[in-house]
């Protein structure tokens, strides 16, 4: 008696890779139907609300179908793709298993009752008794008949064969009473399902092939994918020319740009923002020329070399003094506890524009950093979000942020709060201009820094120091010092 080589069909689901997120977008495949895959190997990238995140499979096996394209969005929980697993892995045939069973085998005794079948077709009961077919009177018996299921190699239960699909072709199988299970007769009648694997299976629902009106070729009266191609080509009639959609805009005057991923969780985010916490903006205009001084000496500074040194690294450190100073900026709101939260801590956020959109990564702890550590965490927090690595964790808890549009030539701006957060501060362009500098005009480089609040938390007295303190350290940067 010929062993079965035991496999199966795994699907990887969709997972959950950020908090509570409910779906992603599915960026590039790596592997192809018929790639062989390994425990952890990197098998698609995908984009949440919140980054880009490569996706590990949990399993060896070979990829047997993509169930999505690249640019779909897919729903948390829902299978992406399937990789059939164990030792048959890989081969395109199905193990040669005698069509019927001798009584011999069929004595043997099976662990729990349950009698191993043929690839693809799950497990059968050994009930003494199966359900019998419609229209065929029952044969009375001690017993309740039994009910088989068995899988259809997708994780779906479906009726056993004979109950529903042999439904009145009794004149065809015989006797309509039970039969001993693993008899010659039963195992007669499973011999009515066609023998095919998995994918075949698969393959045939899609082309909505019927594989009991499939002459199989394969071994054993196996049914193989030539076979279900065949049977599909004659029904496949010439399609007429499709007619084409007329868009509902002018192609050639219009772009029409899907919002989702990135862009479509900053915009929920800052809409909520906008219209949950009462945004209050001040504005002040300082010199900060020495503190541009500063900056081109710590260049040279060889506790520094091979840092990203700044004017933005000394901006953040002299925010994170005036937080020191006015450790209730550093807090936020809880709507459901009616509770202001002051944080001991400051995870440091700035915006990054990347190709996809918006984002806010943080620096955790930032307030215990030394300006070394403060220049290398801000260095690699921007390159990996350029790269579009930035992962989920490293956006989430942030409690104040900057954000630089003085790169971009603006002068300022009002910024929109990050979600549970009490402040953000705007940088504007650092440009010459003239301003009076010891009785007399000169021309020096100023800056325009923009405080946005959240009116119900912090007040303007705290609002004004905390930025007048800022301000202060830039247009003074021996203040770090002295203050910190």
């Given at each position: 008696m010929t062993t079965m080589t035991e496999s199966a069909v795994r699907e990887f689901k969709m ?228 007619t084409p959609a007329v868009p509902a805009y002018d192609a050639g005057r219009e772009t029409r ?100 959109g918006l984002i806010v990564p943080n620096i955790k702890d930032a307030q215990a950093k030394t ?114």
């Amino acid at each position: 008696m010929t062993t079965m080589t035991e496999s199966a069909v795994r699907e990887f689901k969709m997972p959950d890779v950020g908090e509570g997120l409910t779906e992603a977008e599915i960026l590039k495949w790596y592997v192809q139907p018929g790639d062989v895959v390994s425990d952890g190997q990197v098998v698609c990238e995908v984009e949440t609300a919140k980054a880009a995140v490569e996706l590990p499979i949990p399993y060896d096996g070979v990829v047997r179908e993509l169930r999505f394209a690249e640019g779909a969005t897919v729903d948390v929980g829902v299978a992406i793709i399937s990789v059939e697993v164990g030792a048959a892995a890989g081969e395109e045939g199905v193990p040669e298993v005698p069509a019927q069973a001798s009584a011999s085998a069929a004595e043997e005794p099976k662990p729990e009752g349950r009698q191993p079948v043929l690839v693809g077709y799950g497990v059968a009961a050994s009930s003494t008794k199966r359900r019998p077919r419609k229209g065929v009177a029952e044969v009375p018996t001690a017993a309740a008949p039994a009910v088989q299921a068995e899988l259809n190699g997708h994780g779906y239960a479906e009726p056993a064969p004979g109950v529903e699909e042999r439904a009145g072709s009794a004149g065809r199988t015989g006797s309509a009473g039970g039969r001993e299970a693993g008899g010659p007769a039963q195992s007669a009648e499973r011999a009515e399902r066609p023998l095919a694997k998995p994918p075949v299976r698969k393959l045939a629902k899609d082309l909505g092939v019927d594989l009991a009106t499939v002459t199989p070729t394969g071994p054993d009266g196996v049914v193989t994918r030539e076979d279900v191609h065949k049977a599909a080509a004659p029904a496949v009639a010439p399609s007429a020319p499709a007619t084409p959609a007329v868009p509902a805009y002018d192609a050639g005057r219009e772009t029409r740009i899907p919002v989702k991923g990135v862009r479509k969780a900053t915009a929920a985010a800052m809409v909520g923002s906008a219209f949950t916490a009462p945004h209050v903006t001040e504005f002040v205009t300082v010199d900060v020329t020495r503190t541009l001084k500063l900056v081109e000496e710590l260049k040279r500074d060889k506790d520094l070399a091979g840092l990203r040194v700044n004017p933005l690294l000394l901006i953040a450190k002299a925010l994170l003094v005036a937080v020191k100073r006015n450790p209730e900026i550093n807090a936020s709101w809880d709507e459901a506890a009616q509770e202001i939260v002051l944080k001991h801590y400051v995870n440091l956020g700035i915006a990054a524009a990347t190709p996809r959109g918006l984002i806010v990564p943080n620096i955790k702890d930032a307030q215990a950093k030394t300006l070394p550590e403060l220049a290398s965490d801000l260095g690699e927090l921007v390159t990996t979000a350029r790269d579009g690595k930035t992962a989920p964790a490293a956006m989430q808890g942030g409690t104040v942020t900057i954000t630089n549009v003085g790169v971009f030539g603006i002068d300022t701006g009002t910024p929109i709060l990050n979600p549970g957060e009490s402040a953000i501060l705007a940088i504007g362009a650092i440009k010459p201009q003239p301003w009076v500098h010891k009785g007399k005009v000169k021309p020096r480089q100023v800056t325009t820094l923009a405080l946005s609040f959240d009116h119900r938390l912090v007040d303007g007295e705290l609002g004004s120091k905390f930025l007048a303190d800022i301000a202060a350290i830039l247009e003074q940067p021996k203040k770090l010092i002295t203050w910190a």
